[in-house]
């Protein structure tokens, strides 16, 4: 059992190992069972910074994407309607449990400045790359804390690629979060789905991510009264 006040164990793809990967999506097509685990490397934050992956640039969406359109379920996997955090270029909707032990995000985004030319495969893995650089960063930002990555893929999942996540969240005087995160891309915008919990596996999470994209996108099809 990882000790958080002992363990600091942040994991990240190396450069190198990213880079490739974004070239085998450019090449060929996501495969319909998982692929193997991606190899993670353990790096500080002097490593980081040699490397430039401190300050990664946030491309923003050139387009108006038409986000608005989405309609919010009242439900999802169980899980009740929170409220909704809108800007120019994001819709991020919020799902717990009743007693707040479980949460959800859905986030929708559109593509960034010139990514519309990029295979959805490769576009999926380098937005996925963002995500989990932000939560690197985050990690960094305090010493007490620590982020441990357990699996890493990217899939086939109903005709979309998706990268999908399990992790674990430490901080002090706290138990062990669970995590999972799902990153499709649908029509030219992203969907990003985020879990936690402090009683589920990680296993359960992404499961559950997965059903939520299935419940949302069937939501979609049902005309607003």
Known sequence: MLRPMNVKACYLLPAFTLVLLLAGCAGKPVEDTPDTPLNVQKLDKASLKATGSEHQARALPDRQAQLGLYQAPKTLAGLQFDGEISSEHARTLRYRD?????QLSLTLSGL???????????????????LRQRRVDKALSDSANALSIISERLVDLEGNP???????????????????????????????????????????????AKRVLAEFKAAQSVPAP
């Open 112 to 130: 960034p400045t010139g990514w519309d030319t990029m295979k959805p495969e490769r576009a999926v893995a380098g937005y996925y790359s963002e």
């Open 162 to 208: 998706s990268a999908q996540s399990q992790m674990r969240w430490i901080e002090p005087n706290r138990p062990i979060q669970n995590q999972a995160l799902l990153v499709t891309l649908i029509n030219d915008d992203f969907i990003r789905i985020s879990n936690a919990s402090y009683r589920q596996k990680t296993v359960w999470l992404l499961q559950q």
């Open 98 to 102: 009743p007693d707040g032990k479980e």
